[in-house]
């Protein structure tokens, strides 16, 4: 018996701003996203938090936030830091407090784990990250045998140059065509984001057009791909 495709479309940055929740929320509501991860230090925060409660079927995971990074005059530079990240103390420490802003906020446990600019792929972030998600039994974005990350949708290049192929609905139908059987979880970043210092501002908002795309739709129906949040495999 052939394995089902099944697909997780995971906005990240919700609650970042305002705009960034507008973002996401059209794209769930009139596009393929089906879950969410939570930015819980950020003004939009409670109100991210507010709409999910009200929509169960947008799962919504933690997206841990140890600061930002941006590509600016030909060089990275910090927009800002919230605990040194090669602390493993104070990143615990701060895992802690984001996990329990989350539970305060959302009345519940997260459906996954992520994390800002993948900072949970370096040490020590990754070993605290993955022992509270095996503690919980909840998967790490990366890290979970059973579900496959594409980040693959994407609006800019490493150097943080503009690449609006990458978050085109002809590099989106790519994607869908090439899944693998099994579960697969599709990162993206739709949004408004004029009201935010960002890098990625033009980008989210050609994410929300081609995520809401009525082609994206048509192609996952005729490709038989399955629709699905996190916890509803």
Known sequence: MAVKKQLIVNADDFGQSAGTN??????????????????????????AATYAQAHPELSVGLHLDLGEWAYRNGEWVRLY????ENDAASVARELEAQFATFRSL??????????HQHSHRQEPARSVVLALAKELALPVRGFSEEILYCGEFYGQTDEGLP????????????????????????????????????????EREQEIKTLCDPSVRKAVTDMDVELIAFGRE
């Open 22 to 47: 507008r973002g996401i929320i059209e794209a769930h509501e009139r596009g393929i996203v089906t879950s969410a991860s939570l930015m819980v230090r950020w003004p939009g925060a409670a109100q």
């Open 81 to 84: 830091q919230l605990v040194d």
């Open 106 to 115: 959302m009345g519940q446990y997260p459906t996954h784990f992520d994390s």
């Open 163 to 202: 690449h609006l192929d990458g978050v085109s609905v002809e590099n989106l139908l790519r994607i869908l065509k090439n899944l693998l059987p099994g579960c697969t979880e599709l990162g993206c970043h739709p949004g408004y984001g004029s009201d935010m210092e960002t890098m990625y501002q033009v």
